[in-house]
């Protein structure tokens, strides 16, 4: 439902007296769960009081810990949603987690909605053979390492990545392409990006020659997108390897897919690097199609991969053809998508790692639970933009209104303020104020090397900073 149909629900609300405002707590702070609060907040028929927490000290989850470092202008999201935090109906409480500190019967009992958006936060599984070795990193454990995040095995991925003389990298999604580029780009050009010194230090040693993407169908039934894929050609280190015989279309679904005009640039992106040769000095980035891993192989640690070659499928699925090949390999990053989780008190169909709902609406045993909801991954799985995240909100909370209006959501009377119940279960929540100083101290951080922020990846780093903003407070 578009903005528009938002108010015209919310026009014919019954509006519930303004000093008892409708309490909504927002499990997870990344875009879904900013993107729901911003609908809710800059709504007037409903008064609502918005509570955000998220389990890390920090917010904005995927703009600050997956959208790539590199990638400045999109990571420049985060002013926009840090408008919706300074809003006056908008709360954060950062640094609890929902089902662990706080459970989630106590967390109802406080509040009258809680809607859930706290992504799918686990690496898909390929189940082969030697996914297990040391120098076989998921594409999360990656991302996380060099975003900086605060539970991300720096010992592990640090380890995997001083061996990585020969990377392969598994999928051919957009965060595959991520990992890809940030691993064969120079240092110099990862110097002004937000990455904390020992990544960018660790990036550099790394003694990366070669970079190859692996998709197990056709390019054009890739998940990468255009822009992403055009990128890859500009990197100032790297020259883009690939093998002509894998563009053309095979089979209905691959010649389907071929005649819209997004895969039609992508595979116009591809041919544009048939040509290419490697160059000395240069890490080699090659792209090859129609390859499904099968095993890792060691023993001790990733030696090489194991491949089998496929054929389309007339439905698009790759088939087994049963020709073998080994690739060396001395770093796999498998990026082969994401998976939602439960959260205690809160199942996920096993089938789809999403939460079962109706237009937001959480269902228990098939029926809509009271005011419970559900937006951003965790609710349609693992894709889209950034921007998608705001219609799948929107809708949410228009179907949180319309059930204010239809009279099965109403606030509670008297209410016990969320902060009060965090506090006696003797949490620090770290609030807006709180997550001010972290935003200062890594902007000072950065300032050091003349970049605008360096990440404050350790937790304990970041609670001392925001502990820093209550303590001034006192002192004033
Ligand atoms: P994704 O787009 O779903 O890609 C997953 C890839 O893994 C696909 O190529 C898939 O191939 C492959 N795969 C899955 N299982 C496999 C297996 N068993 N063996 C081999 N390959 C396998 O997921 P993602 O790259 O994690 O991205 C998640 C979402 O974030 C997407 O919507 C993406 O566009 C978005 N994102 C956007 C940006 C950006 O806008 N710059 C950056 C990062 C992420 P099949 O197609 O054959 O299944």
């Not at 998709?215 to 050609?233: K, V």
Request: one cysteine or more.
């Amino acid at each position: 439902m578009g903005e528009d149909a938002i108010v015209a629900v919310a026009r014919d609300l019954v509006v519930s007296p303004a000093d008892s405002p409708l309490r909504v707590a927002i499990v997870g702070a990344g875009p879904a769960g900013v993107y729901a609060a911003e609908a809710l907040a800059e709504q007037d028929a409903v008064p609502v009081a918005v509570d955000i927490i998220d389990r890390l000290p920090t917010p904005f989850g995927l703009v600050r810990y997956g959208i790539a470092p590199d990638h400045l202008k999109m990571r420049g999201l985060r002013a926009t949603l840090q408008r919706t935090l300074d809003h006056p109906r908008v709360r954060f409480f950062g640094n609890v987690e929902v089902g662990v500190d706080l459970p989630l019967a106590l967390l109802r009992a406080h509040v009258d909605a809680v809607i859930y958006t706290y992504g799918a936060a686990d690496a898909g599984r390929l189940g082969i053979d030697g996914e297990e070795l040391p120098g076989s990193l998921t594409a999360l454990d990656l991302v996380s390492w060099y975003c900086g995040h605060p539970d991300a095995d720096r010992a592990t991925v640090e380890e995997a990545l001083s061996h990585a003389r020969s990377v392969v990298v598994i999928g051919v999604g957009n965060v595959a392409l991520d990992v890809a580029r940030v691993l064969a780009r120079a240092p110099e050009e990862l110097q002004l990006t937000e990455m904390p010194q020992h990544v960018l230090d660790a990036l550099a040693d790394a003694p990366v020659e070669q970079v190859t993407v692996i998709g197990r169908r056709g390019p054009a039934l890739a998940s990468f997108t255009t822009q992403e894929l055009r990128e890859l050609g500009r990197l100032q280190s790297a020259v883009v390897l690939v093998d002509p015989h894998d563009l053309e279309p095979l089979g209905a679904a691959e010649e389907q897919a071929a005649a819209e005009s997004a895969v039609a640039r992508n595979l116009a992106a591809l041919r544009g690097w048939v040509e290419h040769e490697p160059s000395p000095g240069a890490v080699r980035l090659s792209l090859r199609f129609r390859w499904r891993p099968v095993r890792l192989l060691g023993p001790d640690r990733v030696r090489a991969l194991e491949l089998e070659r496929t054929a389309a499928g007339a439905d698009g699925r790759a088939v087994d053809t049963g020709e073998l090949e080994v690739l060396p390999a001395d770093l796999v990053v498998r990026s082969v998508g994401y998976r939602g989780t439960s959260l205690p008190g809160l199942p996920v169909d096993e089938r789809t790692q999403t939460v079962t709902h109706t237009a937001g609406r959480v269902l228990r045993d098939g029926r809509p639970s009271t005011g419970e909801y559900v937006a951003g991954w965790i609710k349609r799985g693992p894709s889209g933009v950034v921007g998608t995240n705001k219609h799948d909100a929107k809708e949410t909370v228009a179907s949180l209104l319309e059930d204010v209006a239809a009279g099965a959501l109403a606030p509670c009377r008297q209410p016990e303020d969320l902060l009060t119940v965090l506090t006696r279960q003797g949490l620090h929540p770290v609030l807006l104020e709180n997550w001010g100083a972290i935003d200062a101290a890594e902007e000072a951080l950065g300032a050091t090397h003349g970049r605008d922020r360096t990440t404050l990846h350790d937790r304990n780093t970041l609670l001392a900073a925001a502990r820093l903003a209550a303590a001034n407070r006192e002192d004033g």
